[in-house]
């Protein structure tokens, strides 16, 4: 495809938020990528587009679509690394590795992302206080730098611009292809043991008796359901899941040691928002959150898919959806271990402000990366995905915003659509280095979104 080639796209975030008409470029070579990379002064790369809010969206310029570079260049089966094409999917690595005995060292929610997506969020998962995050098992990357100009990177080669690309949202290049180390695994399936708190205290305590197994095995997955109902005492009660690769030990004898796999077209269009409000209402909200909580209960052990135990979020496609026109806010933050009382300051907030979550998970994270602006710290997350119509005011989450950053927190800037500009440099104290860096690799200042935009990203 030539630089030349482009179409006029309405684009959102995955939550459905922003809706704007771009000019989008889709190259399927590298060369292609390169055309159409000088051919414009302002370039907002985009992966899958899963990002909640408006990272992959422009602010000005077009959008440079990857998802055409979706090769798998090699697999060496001996030592688990594998090098892919920035635009190839999580979904596809995981159906290539897996039933030859490699998993993905970390898989966020949902399998439907880019392996640009991944490095440039530097995505986490529910493993996140063994395995660290996405960029950790990275071994190095290709990046394209706005001049046109190729240049490899790793922790050992110019380690500075590697980890500023890592968590970097796609401001420093396009990533063009990666070298990613998987994981090994004997089955294709996970023990699941289901736990059930009563209020956050328990939840917490429980998290961190289980954060120590997660320290010990990077494959020990591990993520609270909190119940939106609870109020009061039992505040911030959970379903809490605990998964780890089963072994063939684990496995009954007439169950095959990988699962076969229901496959569902890439192109699959994406379900249509229902009409109004959608689903949404608070009351719907309250009454599936608490009859989830109460149907649950605490179990042995059962075995599942071990995609389906990772994502279970791919099983609801149409979620974004259900919630009407004005599409929904995923509201996520960390905050250090210590600042605990946060948490329960948000979920307080938000269930007398009558602004109920419909969906709320609390995860361990266990230790930062080199990158400055990746997202987890250790400590503890809570994402909330809230109907955005209720967010009309752009003030209503400011206090949640002041908690976090003086709590030593920040937003993650992948799921972001309204955090306040000013508290970023809080968040994220080492920003004027990292734009120190963006500078040097972005030499045209070329690269953009209407993220950097809001945010003030970039010098
Ligand atoms: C259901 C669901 C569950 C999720 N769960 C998690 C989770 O558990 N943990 C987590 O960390 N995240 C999670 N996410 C967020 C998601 O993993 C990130 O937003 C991820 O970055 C999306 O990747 P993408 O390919 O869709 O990229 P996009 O959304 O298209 O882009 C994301 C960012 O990457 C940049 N980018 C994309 N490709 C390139 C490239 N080739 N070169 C340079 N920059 C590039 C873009 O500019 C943008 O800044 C979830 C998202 C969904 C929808």
Redesign the pocket.
Known sequence: MTSDDSSTTELS??GRTTHKHCQVRRPDTDGGVVDAVLADPKV?????????GD??LPGEGVVLD?TARDRIISFDQGNGVIVAE??VLLREIAEQALPLGWLLPVM???EW??V??????D???KNHPGAGSFGRHVRWLALLRSDGVPTQLSPGQDAAAFWSTIGG??LT????QAAIQLHRVETGWAVRQRHRTGSLAETLSLLEALATHQQADPNHHVVAWLDARSTGPSLGRSIVDEFHPATTRDLPAAVPPFPERRGRSTAARPVRSLPGPGLMSRATILAASATRWHLSRSRKSQLVPLHSALCP??RAES?PAAFGRGGLTQYQFAVPREEAAVLREVLGYLSTGRMAPALATLKNLGFGTAGPLS?PIPGWTLAVDLPARWLHDPEALRPIDKLVAAAGGRV?L??DALTDPDLIPVMYPRLPGWQRMQARLDPERRWT?A?AERLGLLR
């Open positions: 975030g995955w907002t790369i985009r992966g899958a587009g899963k990002s909640y990272a992959a990857m920035a635009g966020p929610g949902t992302i880019t640009g997506g991944a490095i440039a969020s995505v986490h998962g949202m796609g290049g396009v990533i063009l979020l791919d979620w997202f993650y992948a799921k979104s993220l």
